[in-house]
């Protein structure tokens, strides 16, 4: 049933060869960088936390220096800058040649 499944969907696809669907899909070409950026917002608070109980004075300073650390939307717009990099280096260039093979080699 799943491999089924898989030449229908292969069959769906245009401009990808059938037998690349299960490791150079460009669909599912995508780097996740959200979820560490999740666990680096955590381990920055945390560290604020502990340098402003050690030192109160310190914490306003830290609050201002590491607040981009902290911004969510921070992560948001380096996970978009980083997959729109690697479509527009990896993925543009195989959708191209598959186009291009599939238009003239008929």
Same mark, same amino acid.
């Given at each position: 049933? #799943?491999? +089924? @499944?898989?030449?229908?969907? !292969?069959?769906?696809?245009? #401009?990808?060869?059938?037998?690349?669907?299960?490791?150079?899909? *460009? $669909?599912?070409? @995508?780097? +996740? %960088?959200? *979820?560490?950026?999740?666990?680096?917002?955590?381990?920055?608070?945390? !560290?604020? *936390?502990?340098? *402003? =109980?050690?030192?109160?004075?310190?914490?306003?300073? %830290? +609050?201002?220096?590491?607040?981009?650390?902290?911004?969510? @939307? #921070?992560? $948001?717009? /380096? &996970? =978009?800058?980083? @997959?729109?990099? /690697? &479509?527009?280096?990896?993925? %543009?260039?195989?959708?191209? #040649? &598959?186009?291009?093979?599939? /238009?003239?080699?008929?």
């Amino acid at each position: 049933m #799943f491999v +089924d @499944n898989l030449a229908v969907h !292969a069959q769906e696809t245009p #401009f990808v060869v059938e037998n690349l669907q299960c490791y150079a899909n *460009t $669909k599912y070409l @995508n780097i +996740d %960088l959200m *979820t560490p950026g999740l666990y680096m917002r955590g381990a920055v608070r945390a !560290a604020i *936390t502990i340098g *402003t =109980s050690s030192c109160p004075v310190v914490g306003s300073v %830290l +609050d201002l220096v590491l607040y981009p650390v902290l911004d969510y @939307n #921070f992560y $948001k717009a /380096l &996970h =978009s800058a980083v @997959n729109a990099a /690697l &479509h527009l280096v990896v993925g %543009l260039p195989i959708i191209t #040649f &598959h186009r291009y093979c599939s /238009l003239f080699s008929a």
